[in-house]
């Protein structure tokens, strides 16, 4: 019904009526000839309502293959858009990559997505989708734009196992950006469910304190200079030796990450390492 009184069918109609009411008042006025040209006319919308009426309606099968194609319609849009929010997040993973190289020309980076996570691990270990075959190598570093995640513990030609920051199994030479204190970040067990690691072996008179930024050193030739740590959220005392010790808070969400990137190769990478054979892990 819809569909009869839309389009040219709704035209004809209108136009039709009027004439009708037009000639109505003339008759009324008088006029002898207006009469039978109301039957005419009358006669003619009675043929020109029955066809309209008649291309307005469609048989089940035409309905039947209309929903079919509507139904393929609404299939096509839905792909459509999976395949947008795809090409999205895809764009928004190369613009952090983008970022990370050209603050860092000499990094050589190899973008990798977390498919699995090591329930049986206390430190949040994670297995990435790339290997040796893209060039990946045990010890590479692991960051986010976000900073150090941690790195390569272990590799097979196409996935390889990230050990965490959080782990005491990682340590890297790092210093606080503000006072250029230095120590070695290690992971702590008594902080890791906190997203925290530690900065220890750091002097009694340093001047760290809460809300400084600490970075790896460079030192070592395992991890770049200036790779963001995190931020100090409190100074400790080691009640075993009475050494100080930071406590820095991740600015990743370490247990949730999904995207990462490796460092391949980086200037200076493993310089200490092959001229004394001993580096940080």
């Not at 008088?30 to 309606?57: F, M, R």
Request: proline share 2%; aromatic share 8%; with cysteine.
């Amino acid at each position: 019904m819809r569909e009869f009184f839309s389009g040219k069918n709704a035209k004809i109609l209108s136009i039709t009526a009027i004439v009708l009411v037009v000639l109505a008042i003339l008759g009324a006025a008088g006029h002898p000839l207006v009469s039978s040209g109301v039957n005419l006319l009358t006669k003619g919308l009675s043929q020109v309502s029955a066809a309209a009426a008649s291309e307005g309606e469609k048989t089940y099968d035409e309905l039947l293959e209309e929903n079919k194609k509507l139904k393929k319609d609404a299939a096509d849009l839905r792909t459509q858009l999976v395949d947008y929010y795809d090409i999205k997040d895809e764009n928004a993973r190369l613009w952090k990559y983008y970022r990370i190289k050209k603050t860092n020309p000499d990094y050589e980076i190899m973008p990798a997505s977390v498919i699995r996570r090591d329930s049986s691990q206390d430190f949040y270990s994670f297995t990435v989708d790339v290997g040796t075959s893209n060039g990946v190598e045990v010890q590479d570093p692991v960051i986010t734009e976000n900073g150090l995640i941690g790195f390569v513990s272990s590799a097979s030609a196409v996935s390889c196992k990230v050990t965490t920051i959080l782990s005491p199994d990682l340590q890297a030479g790092a210093v606080d950006k503000r006072t250029a204190d230095s120590g070695v970040v290690a992971g702590n067990a008594l902080y890791t469910d906190e997203n925290k690691t530690t900065l220890t072996k750091i002097d009694a008179g340093v001047r760290i304190k809460k809300g400084d930024i600490i970075t790896t050193s460079g030192i070592g030739g395992i991890y770049p200079a200036n790779l963001i740590v995190g931020e100090v959220s409190d100074i400790k005392y080691d009640s075993y030796d009475a050494t100080k010790y930071a406590v820095v808070k991740s600015y990743e969400n370490i247990k949730k990450v999904t995207d990462v990137v490796i460092l391949t190769d980086f200037k200076n990478k493993g310089e200490i390492k092959r001229i004394s054979g001993k580096g940080d892990r």
